[in-house]
């Protein structure tokens, strides 16, 4: 299978705990993508990579969240001190260019 | 700032009766990308469409057509005798052109359900 990956698919967790997730994106894709996804939304922009430099975060990406794609490959995202809001599904997408192509998701659960 | 708005939230069709999903979008850049992506229930969404907004012909792929009109900042999508397999969330998307982060600006998405 050559398409975004993403892992864990599910993640539970208690309020206060920190989370990691992960992206292995399309090989040849240099560009990458991270969005948040709430219940009844579409989805909203968090960040965004060129190879490994991380060239926009939106106003939506608390201090408590941070983002790395070392050596321009796969990427993760951590949230710290997780708060019951954090609640949502996080989308990872590659790019070559113009179209985004979308990892399953990672559904995460803050009790 | 860009915007995408998609006003029907739910739509529900008989199998092979054909549906459209409207969306508006707003944006100050004179050039830019409208897309349609599928989610179904498993989650994973997925790219259906992408127009150029200087290219406003209308086309057909399959059962899927669309209808791009810029006087009117609209991006209309019809499926086209539908199927069961259909049924899922429709998500309209808006993003910049031209190198650089072209973040997606998404509607709030349409549920389709096609009743058979």
């Known amino acids: 299978d050559t398409g975004v990956s993403q892992d864990p698919r599910h993640k539970i967790t208690k309020r206060g705990q920190n989370v990691t997730f992960r992206c292995d994106p399309i090989s040849e894709h240099n560009r990458l993508y991270w969005y948040r996804q709430t219940l009844g939304q579409g989805p909203e922009f968090l960040t965004y990579?060129?190879?490994?430099?991380?060239?926009?975060k939106s106003r939506l990406l608390s201090d408590r969240f941070s983002a790395e794609r070392p050596k321009g490959s796969f990427s993760t995202l951590e949230i710290q001190r997780t708060e019951q809001g954090d609640s949502a599904m996080y989308l990872c997408?590659?790019?070559?260019?113009?179209?985004?192509?979308f990892g399953p998701g990672t559904r995460l659960t803050v009790l | 700032a860009q915007k995408v708005t998609q006003a029907q939230t739910e739509i529900s069709v008989v199998e092979k009766e054909d549906v459209t999903l409207d969306c508006v979008y707003e944006?100050?850049?004179?050039?830019?990308?409208l897309f349609w992506y599928k989610q179904p229930p498993s989650g994973e969404l997925v790219f259906l469409i992408r127009?150029?907004?200087?290219d406003e012909q209308n086309e057909i792929s399959g059962r899927y057509s669309w209808n791009f009109q810029k006087s009117t900042s609209s991006f209309n999508f019809t499926i086209t005798a539908s199927q069961v397999v259909d049924s899922a969330v429709y998500f309209c998307a808006l993003s910049p052109w031209g190198g650089g982060n072209n973040r997606l600006a998404f509607g709030k998405g349409n549920q389709v359900v096609v009743i058979p």
């Open positions: 997408a590659s790019s070559p260019i113009d179209e985004q192509f």
């Open positions: 944006t100050r850049d004179t050039t830019y990308y």
């Open positions: 127009r150029n907004s200087f």
């Open positions: 990579f060129q190879n490994e430099a991380q060239l926009e």
